[in-house]
């Protein structure tokens, strides 16, 4: 039969459902509302749908790399708490998530959750099952996906907090793969803002000088001497924030590109858990209270 589409959005107005989920339920139960809302509470879809808005700053970052060396995944894979990244059934998650995109021509996040996986169901309904099982809200939040025609590398730092992985041109040996390792642990550990200095725009460094030239000013520098001032500040600058000019942290008379020599750093990315969003402080009392209220 043919559901309409006021008969989907009241059926997501009661569950919270998502759209795809409304229609399937209402199409496996004949239009009858009732019943399409008692189906999704059983497959738990509607439970996972009032966790929806809960924050998932928590979590896990995922890495592999291919049997060639030659590609790698990584992916941030968000949970409410800590805790549930010790849950072997969010960490299997993960890891089935890397190889997925691995296996697969994926370009988003969107495309990634429409995949099926073993057993038919797709990595979006899959994790909807698998947040109404643990209870928590729980978010595929980013990956990325390296080809080079050298070697991939990758590093977790703190159980999987930061991950690393190097795009790197050279060949596949164990003194590279020494450097390698050493610039991605050096990348988890410095941060870096930028891969090298020719990503800083324009409009970025304009401000950065306008900043620094204040200081100047207000350190009362004369006038004529801040613009040679300026220069080796924004070295500085550069050193600081962009990993090829950083300090090898092993060795700091060597910069990262230097340490790296012949080896050729096509690209290197960096996520840490949680890295930019807003986190929600709430009273602990508060929190046990509005548990208890269901």
Do not use: W
């Not at 690209?267 to 548990?291: C, L, T």
């Amino acid at each position: 039969m043919g559901i309409s589409a006021k008969l989907v959005m009241e059926l997501r107005a009661k569950t919270g459902a998502g759209m795809m989920d409304c229609k399937k339920a209402l199409v496996e139960k004949n239009g009858d509302l009732e019943a399409a809302i008692v189906y999704l509470r059983e497959k738990g879809i509607s439970k996972a749908a009032k966790k929806a808005s809960r924050i998932t700053s928590e979590g896990s970052v995922f890495v592999l790399i291919s049997d060639d060396n030659k590609t790698g995944v990584m992916i941030e894979f968000n949970s409410e708490t800590d805790f549930v990244t010790k849950n072997d059934e969010f960490n299997n998650f993960g890891e089935n998530l890397t190889k997925i995109v691995l296996e697969n021509e994926v370009n988003s996040v969107e495309d990634l959750k429409a995949i099926k996986m073993a057993g038919g169901a797709s990595v979006e309904e899959t994790l909807q099952t698998l947040i109404a099982k643990i209870g928590e809200n729980m978010s595929i939040r980013r990956f990325k996906k390296v080809v080079s025609s050298g070697f991939v590398c990758s590093y977790l730092h703190m159980g999987g907090n930061i991950g690393v992985i190097l795009a790197l041109d050279g060949e596949f040996n164990d003194e590279n793969l020494v450097k390698a390792t050493d610039i991605a642990m050096h990348s988890a550990a410095m941060a870096p803002n930028y891969f090298d200095k020719s990503e800083v725009t324009e409009e970025e460094m304009a401000k950065e000088r306008e900043i620094l030239r204040n200081q100047l000013i207000e350190q009362g520098k004369p006038e004529k001497i801040i613009d040679n001032i300026l220069i080796g500040k924004m070295n500085k600058f550069f050193e600081e924030n962009c990993l090829l000019q950083q300090k090898f942290v092993k060795d700091d008379k060597k910069t990262v590109a230097e340490y790296a020599g012949s080896l050729k750093i096509i690209s290197a990315d960096r996520f840490k858990v949680g890295d930019g969003i807003e986190k929600k402080e709430e009273n602990f009392a508060e929190e046990v209270a509005a548990q208890m209220k269901g």
